[in-house]
């Protein structure tokens, strides 16, 4: 099996909550590495489907948390065995939560909010991938992000629809902190697939943006058993990722090493050419047609 997920950095395993998701619940389920090989990249064209996660086994190519983490069930990698049977339908319940109340906020704040777009997102891909790329894919996506996000909202509409997803958003983390408690995780000592949508979700918000940028992060540093319980699964699956603030500023890399690169620069240089000899040859028949009008 391959999996395909978003890349993350030396704090976060993936930026993206579902592929975050996959990972964890990947190293909580303990799949053998020599039956998995995880594939990682920020490029939409490095995936089957051009965009994560996705999990491709022979030619069967499955796309989607859920219905990856369905496929790992039905072979026999399965961390739900604990979930009994009562517990099951709170497990999608709150899985439909996550889903309608955090995921479209977080994207909203990683795509759409001016403020988290250029300091966070936009500058998070310029660490990642090299010019012409790190303009490229962050404009790509937040334009597709724009379009589905805002679909038939008006412009002067958008930094609203923004404030209303924020706030749902706070709800369900209020919501989630309600329901864990004082517990280790939502169906008590052991995790489920449940703790790894939740992780997903919650540890972008800790490890993307500061409290002081937005609510969404203040609302999550104000309840300490969600921190806590983040905290538990990152140190058990991701013990090598260490926290933000406690990284040094991460090295510049040279331009010139990376091949994207000089395939852009060839392409450009082509295109260029390509111009010079159109316009060149556009002089050349407009010289020639005036000459013969003279005679």
């Known amino acids: 099996m391959e999996l395909f997920v978003h890349s993350g950095d030396e704090t976060i395993a993936s930026v ?24 990682t990249s920020c490029l939409p ?39 009994q049977s009562f517990d099951e339908g709170e ?14 906020a977080i994207l909203y704040l990683q795509w759409l909010e001016t403020q ?23 404009t790509w996506k937040h334009n597709t992000w724009q379009r589905r996000l805002m ?9 609203q629809k923004g404030i ?21 995780y939502f169906f008590g000592n052991n995790p489920s697939s ?9 540890e972008v918000i800790i490890q993307q943006w500061s409290s002081e940028n937005n609510s969404l992060a203040r609302q999550l540093h104000s309840c300490t058993n969600l921190k806590q319980f983040c905290n538990r699964i990152h140190q058990n699956c991701f013990p090598a990722l260490k926290p933000r603030a406690l990284m040094a500023p991460a090295p510049s890399k040279s331009l010139w090493k990376d091949p994207s690169l000089w395939l852009w620069v060839l392409a450009a240089a082509g295109i260029l050419c390509l111009q010079g000899v159109r316009v060149g040859l556009f002089r050349r028949i407009r010289s020639w047609a005036q000459t013969h009008v003279r005679n």
């Open 16 to 39: 993206e909550p579902e592929s975050l998701q996959i990972l964890t619940y990947v190293h909580l389920s303990e799949i053998p590495k020599s039956e998995l090989n995880v594939t």
């Open 45 to 83: 064209w490095k995936s089957p489907t051009c965009e994560y996660p996705v999990l491709r086994e022979g030619s069967v190519t499955i796309a989607g948390s859920d219905a990856i983490i369905l496929y790992l069930k039905e072979h026999g990698y399965n961390i739900d065995k604990i979930v």
């Open 91 to 104: 497990t999608i319940a709150y899985g439909a939560l996550l889903k309608d109340k955090l995921f479209p």
């Open 116 to 138: 988290n777009y250029v300091e966070v997102t936009r500058k998070w891909y310029g660490r990642a991938l090299y010019f012409p790329l790190s303009i490229f894919i962050p």
């Open 151 to 159: 679909e038939d909202t008006p412009q002067d509409y958008v930094q």
């Open 164 to 184: 209303e997803l924020l706030k749902r958003a706070e709800d369900g983390i209020m919501c989630l902190s309600s329901r864990l408690g004082e517990k280790d």
């Open 194 to 202: 449940l703790d790894t949508l939740v992780f997903g979700c919650l």
